[in-house]
């Protein structure tokens, strides 16, 4: 299938440790465009580029057709002269999050949840991504830093859960991961430790020892939600680490998002589903697109979404279809659409 049009970054895509991966991963469209023997598509390509850097490691990339403009987990990371236009209701905040900001870097949409947006780094720029514009600045770098924030959640009984979020909180190194996480589990009314990160997906080398240890030892219940939209996504080695995480106790979740010339189709769906479950993840959520400015091009309309929905429904069983969510501002939930 794959493949890299340089030997080396060939090589190197199953090799090293994660933090190489991160070191290695391709930060350019000219990088891109060398390494998968693809051809520019003019100025507009630069200007989309100019506004969300290309950031895309080489494990990723090595599931690529060579040379597939059309490839569905191309598409995610491969900058489009469609960026530059957006519709009305796109914005560069469609979720309202600076209006649900609580302290320096904690979100609070739900009852009982609070989300901490740990850190600006992913390990991939996914073109259609929510939070591309999002000020991570703003948020604390240390555990030091997010003491006050701590404070305020053991002071409200009302938090049972902790979400880490990001950007990707697997981006941190797993000794200050295992801090910040050792004084969430400390906060005796918290009952679960979420993370949702993409890095199993985008490095499988990030499935360390440590932090399978961080999974294990907890008092918490731990929940890993990955994000994966084509059964592409998911290889060998990426299935090895899925299963490490699994075998620590944690439970494992997927959620998607529903991509024009990704996975809007049945039988894309339909195999990315039976490829989690064949991962030990379930099918959690299937998001409608966030309304975010740049990524109007993967928009599939809802009415198709739900009929996607309703043909998976008669050829999976229930527990393998995910649920189809959408997130509109303001509301006190998001919105199950099927
Ligand atoms: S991994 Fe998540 S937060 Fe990071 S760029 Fe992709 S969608 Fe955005």
């Given at each position: 299938m794959t493949i890299l049009a340089n030997k080396t970054d060939l090589v190197r895509a199953g090799s090293g440790t994660w933090q190489d991966q991160m070191k290695w991963a391709i930060r350019d469209l000219r990088g891109l465009r060398d390494a998968l023997g693809l051809a520019a598509e003019g100025g507009l390509q630069l200007a989309a580029e100019a506004e969300f850097p290309v950031f895309a490691p080489l494990p990723y990339l090595a599931r690529i057709n060579s040379g597939d403009l059309g490839d569905p987990l191309l598409r995610q990371v491969w900058p489009s002269g469609n960026e530059m236009e957006s519709p009305g209701h796109?914005?560069?905040?469609?979720?309202?999050?600076?209006?649900?900001?609580?302290?320096?870097?904690?979100?609070?949409?739900?009852?009982?949840?609070?989300?901490?947006?740990?850190?600006?780094?992913?390990?991939?720029?996914?073109?259609?991504?929510?939070?591309?514009?999002?000020?991570?600045?703003?948020?604390?770098?240390?555990?030091?830093?997010?003491?006050?924030?701590?404070?305020?959640?053991?002071?409200?009984?009302?938090?049972?859960?902790?979400?880490?979020?990001?950007?990707?909180?697997?981006?941190?190194?797993?000794?200050?991961?295992?801090?910040?996480?050792?004084?969430?589990?400390?906060?005796?009314?918290?009952?679960?430790?979420?993370?949702?990160?993409?890095?199993?997906?985008?490095?499988?080398?990030?499935?360390?020892?440590?932090?399978?240890?961080?999974?294990?030892?907890?008092?918490?219940?731990m929940i890993v939600v990955i994000h994966a939209n084509h059964a592409n996504e998911l290889d060998l080695l990426v299935e090895q680490a899925l299963s490490k995480i699994a075998n620590s106790g944690a439970m494992l979740l997927n959620q998607a998002v529903l991509l024009r010339g990704v996975n809007d189709s049945l039988g894309s769906l339909k195999d990315l589903s039976e490829r989690l479950l064949s991962c030990r993840v379930l099918p959690y959520y299937l998001h409608q697109l966030d309304p975010v400015n740049g990524a109007a091009h993967f928009e599939v309309d809802v009415k198709q979404g739900l009929q996607l929905i309703t043909e998976l429904r008669s050829c999976l069983p229930g527990y393998a279809v995910p649920r189809y969510v959408q997130e509109l501002r303001g509301e006190p939930n998001k919105t199950v659409l099927a």
């Amino acid at each position: 299938m794959t493949i890299l049009a340089n030997k080396t970054d060939l090589v190197r895509a199953g090799s090293g440790t994660w933090q190489d991966q991160m070191k290695w991963a391709i930060r350019d469209l000219r990088g891109l465009r060398d390494a998968l023997g693809l051809a520019a598509e003019g100025g507009l390509q630069l200007a989309a580029e100019a506004e969300f850097p290309v950031f895309a490691p080489l494990p990723y990339l090595a599931r690529i057709n060579s040379g597939d403009l059309g490839d569905p987990l191309l598409r995610q990371v491969w900058p489009s002269g469609n960026e530059m236009e957006s519709p009305g209701h796109f914005s560069t905040d469609p979720l309202g999050e600076s209006d649900a900001t609580t302290s320096s870097g904690m979100l609070q949409k739900y009852q009982g949840r609070v989300l901490l947006v740990t850190t600006g780094a992913c390990a991939v720029h996914c073109r259609y991504c929510f939070r591309r514009h999002f000020p991570y600045e703003q948020s604390p770098k240390s555990v030091v830093q997010w003491e006050p924030t701590l404070a305020k959640i053991a002071a409200d009984e009302s938090v049972e859960e902790v979400i880490l979020s990001g950007g990707d909180p697997l981006t941190i190194v797993d000794h200050s991961l295992d801090s910040l996480v050792s004084r969430i589990d400390e906060i005796a009314h918290v009952k679960r430790i979420r993370f949702h990160t993409r890095l199993p997906i985008m490095i499988p080398q990030r499935v360390t020892d440590a932090f399978l240890g961080i999974l294990a030892n907890a008092r918490s219940q731990m929940i890993v939600v990955i994000h994966a939209n084509h059964a592409n996504e998911l290889d060998l080695l990426v299935e090895q680490a899925l299963s490490k995480i699994a075998n620590s106790g944690a439970m494992l979740l997927n959620q998607a998002v529903l991509l024009r010339g990704v996975n809007d189709s049945l039988g894309s769906l339909k195999d990315l589903s039976e490829r989690l479950l064949s991962c030990r993840v379930l099918p959690y959520y299937l998001h409608q697109l966030d309304p975010v400015n740049g990524a109007a091009h993967f928009e599939v309309d809802v009415k198709q979404g739900l009929q996607l929905i309703t043909e998976l429904r008669s050829c999976l069983p229930g527990y393998a279809v995910p649920r189809y969510v959408q997130e509109l501002r303001g509301e006190p939930n998001k919105t199950v659409l099927a």
